[in-house]
C-alpha cells in the first residue's frame, strides 16, 4: 500500500514536472516570435541595414574599378532616383514642379560633364535653371497669372543644385588626372573620407556629444561628434592623399577638412528639409536606411568640395 501510494505521488510529481515545461516551453516560443528585431538608433531594421549597405557596397567596388564607364551610370541613376524621391515629396505638400523634365535636365547636367567636364556642367545647368524659369512662368499658360512662382522656382533651382549639379562632380571624379595618378583612386579617396568622417562623427558623438550644434535643425547632431569627424577625415584625408595620391600631406588636410565641413552641411540641410516636410525619410527604397537622398544627402556636397579642392590644388 505505502509503495503503491509512493509511485502514485511520483506519477503526479513528474505530470506536473511536465507540464511546467510546456508550459515554460509555450512561454519561450511565445517571447521569442514577439522579440522585436534588432534596431540601430534610428529605429530601423540593423540586419536589412547591413545587408543593404552591403549589396551598395559591391556596387560601388564594381563601377569603381570599371572606371568612367562603370562610375557614370551609377552616378546618373543615384542621382536620377534621388530627384525622383526629392520631386516626389515636394508635389505632395503642393509644390509645382515638373518631376520628369527635372529628372532630364539632371540626366542632361551628368553626362554633359564625359566629353566637355566643368563647362558642359556650366553650360547645360545654366541652360536647365532659364528652362525651368521660364517654363514656370507660363505653367497654366499665357493668359493666366503664375502663382508661387517664386517659391516653385526658386525649390526647382535649388533641387538642380543639390542633387544633379554636386552629383556631377561625383561623376567627374572618375576623369581627374592629377600626379600621374587616375581616376578610381580619386574615387576611392574620397569614399574613404567620407566612411572615416561619419565613423568619427558617431564614435565621438556617441561618447563625448553634449552640445548641440544646431538643436532646431537636427537635434543630435553635437559639437562633439562634428570635431570627431573633422579628425577622422583630415588623418583619413592625409593617409589617402599620401599611399594612393602621391601627394603632399597638407593637401590631404585641406581635403579632409572641406569634405567634412560640406557633408556635415548637407546632413543638416536635408535635416531641416525633412522637417519641414513633415517626414523621416524620402521613400522606402532602401530597407533598413530609408531612401537614397537619405545615403546622399551628405555625399553629394562632399563630392563637389572634393572635386574643387584637388582641381584647385593641382593648378
Same mark, same amino acid.
Given at each position: 500500500?505505502?509503495?503503491?501510494?509512493?509511485?502514485?505521488?511520483?506519477?503526479?510529481?513528474?505530470?506536473?514536472?511536465?507540464?511546467?515545461?510546456?508550459?515554460?516551453?509555450?512561454?519561450?516560443?511565445?517571447?521569442?516570435?514577439?522579440?522585436?528585431?534588432?534596431?540601430?538608433?534610428?529605429?530601423?531594421?540593423?540586419?536589412?541595414?547591413?545587408?543593404?549597405?552591403?549589396?551598395?557596397?559591391?556596387?560601388?567596388?564594381?563601377?569603381?574599378?570599371?572606371?568612367?564607364?562603370?562610375?557614370?551610370?551609377?552616378?546618373?541613376?543615384?542621382?536620377?532616383?534621388?530627384?525622383?524621391?526629392?520631386?516626389?515629396?515636394?508635389?505632395?505638400?503642393?509644390?509645382?514642379?515638373?518631376?520628369?523634365?527635372?529628372?532630364?535636365?539632371?540626366?542632361?547636367?551628368?553626362?554633359?560633364?564625359?566629353?566637355?567636364?566643368?563647362?558642359?556642367?556650366?553650360?547645360?545647368?545654366?541652360?536647365?535653371?532659364?528652362?525651368?524659369?521660364?517654363?514656370?512662368?507660363?505653367?497654366?499658360?499665357?493668359?493666366?497669372?503664375?502663382?508661387?512662382?517664386?517659391?516653385?522656382?526658386? @525649390?526647382?533651382? =535649388?533641387? !538642380? #543644385?543639390?542633387?544633379?549639379?554636386? $552629383?556631377?562632380?561625383?561623376?567627374?571624379?572618375? /576623369?581627374? +588626372?592629377?600626379?600621374?595618378?587616375?581616376?578610381?583612386?580619386?574615387?576611392?579617396?574620397?569614399?574613404?573620407?567620407?566612411?572615416?568622417?561619419?565613423?568619427?562623427?558617431?564614435?565621438?558623438?556617441?561618447?563625448?556629444?553634449?552640445?548641440?550644434?544646431?538643436?532646431?535643425?537636427?537635434?543630435?547632431?553635437?559639437?562633439?561628434?562634428?570635431?570627431?569627424?573633422?579628425?577622422?577625415?583630415?588623418?583619413?584625408?592625409?593617409?589617402?592623399?599620401?599611399?594612393?595620391?602621391?601627394?603632399?600631406?597638407?593637401?590631404?588636410? @585641406?581635403?579632409? =577638412?572641406? !569634405? #567634412?565641413?560640406?557633408?556635415?552641411? $548637407?546632413?543638416?540641410?536635408?535635416?531641416?528639409? /525633412?522637417? +519641414?516636410?513633415?517626414?523621416?525619410?524620402?521613400?522606402?527604397?532602401?530597407?533598413?536606411?530609408?531612401?537614397?537622398?537619405?545615403?546622399?544627402?551628405?555625399?553629394?556636397?562632399?563630392?563637389?568640395?572634393?572635386?574643387?579642392?584637388?582641381?584647385?590644388?593641382?593648378?
Amino acid at each position: 500500500m505505502s509503495s503503491d501510494l509512493t509511485n502514485l505521488i511520483k506519477k503526479q510529481e513528474q505530470a506536473r514536472r511536465r507540464k511546467r515545461d510546456r508550459a515554460r516551453q509555450h512561454l519561450e516560443e511565445k517571447l521569442h516570435l514577439e522579440m522585436p528585431k534588432p534596431k540601430n538608433s534610428a529605429g530601423r531594421d540593423l540586419r536589412q541595414a547591413i545587408a543593404v549597405g552591403a549589396l551598395l557596397g559591391v556596387i560601388v567596388i564594381i563601377a569603381l574599378i570599371a572606371g568612367p564607364v562603370g562610375w557614370y551610370p551609377l552616378v546618373a541613376v543615384a542621382v536620377g532616383v534621388a530627384m525622383y524621391e526629392v520631386l516626389t515629396r515636394l508635389r505632395e505638400v503642393g509644390y509645382v514642379l515638373p518631376r520628369t523634365i527635372m529628372i532630364i535636365l539632371g540626366q542632361v547636367m551628368i553626362w554633359a560633364t564625359w566629353p566637355f567636364d566643368a563647362a558642359g556642367l556650366l553650360f547645360a545647368f545654366t541652360m536647365s535653371v532659364l528652362l525651368l524659369m521660364f517654363g514656370r512662368l507660363f505653367h497654366h499658360g499665357r493668359t493666366t497669372p503664375p502663382k508661387n512662382y517664386l517659391r516653385d522656382t526658386a @525649390v526647382c533651382i =535649388f533641387v !538642380l #543644385v543639390w542633387i544633379p549639379l554636386f $552629383g556631377a562632380f561625383a561623376a567627374m571624379l572618375s /576623369k581627374l +588626372e592629377r600626379w600621374e595618378v587616375s581616376g578610381p583612386l580619386f574615387i576611392l579617396t574620397f569614399m574613404l573620407c567620407v566612411v572615416a568622417s561619419d565613423i568619427g562623427g558617431y564614435v565621438a558623438g556617441v561618447m563625448f556629444g553634449s552640445h548641440p550644434m544646431a538643436p532646431a535643425v537636427s537635434p543630435k547632431k553635437s559639437w562633439e561628434g562634428f570635431v570627431g569627424s573633422v579628425v577622422f577625415g583630415m588623418v583619413t584625408g592625409v593617409l589617402c592623399v599620401i599611399f594612393l595620391l602621391h601627394a603632399s600631406w597638407w593637401i590631404g588636410l @585641406v581635403l579632409g =577638412f572641406a !569634405l #567634412v565641413v560640406c557633408a556635415t552641411m $548637407g546632413d543638416l540641410v536635408e535635416s531641416q528639409f /525633412k522637417r +519641414e516636410l513633415g517626414i523621416k525619410d524620402m521613400s522606402k527604397i532602401l530597407p533598413g536606411h530609408g531612401g537614397l537622398m537619405d545615403r546622399l544627402d551628405g555625399m553629394l556636397p562632399a563630392a563637389a568640395a572634393t572635386w574643387l579642392v584637388l582641381s584647385v590644388i593641382a593648378i
